[in-house]
């Protein structure tokens, strides 16, 4: 299993980005969360297995149907010991 740490930034508040990256993440079985940062960026975490998480990844770089991604930036990626399926939450902006 690995956690991958991911800001996103282009047009992705405001466009359901985060809505559709829960949808995305639980459809890949990941667990984690999304937020909105007051800089105008996409934040988030997930975990689960390493070819979910680049289908994630890959994903992001394209976006939800209405946004424009600059920029999707892996800042961590690391093994983890085990997680927990299905969970995936959009957290208050912070």
Do not use: C
């Not at 991958?4 to 984690?32: E, N, Y």
């Not at 939800?64 to 093994?79: G, K, M």
């Amino acid at each position: 299993m690995e956690k991958v740490h991911i800001f996103v930034s282009g047009r992705v508040q405001r466009v359901g980005f985060r809505f559709f990256t829960k949808q995305k993440a639980l459809s890949l079985k990941l667990s984690g969360w999304v937020r909105n940062q007051l800089d105008g960026r996409v934040e988030l975490e997930a975990a689960g297995e390493p070819e979910a998480i680049d289908k994630l990844i890959n994903w992001l770089h394209q976006g939800s149907p209405l946004s424009w991604v600059d920029r999707a930036e892996v800042v961590e990626r690391i093994v983890i010991p085990e997680y927990f399926s299905g969970l995936f939450k959009i957290r208050p902006t912070s």
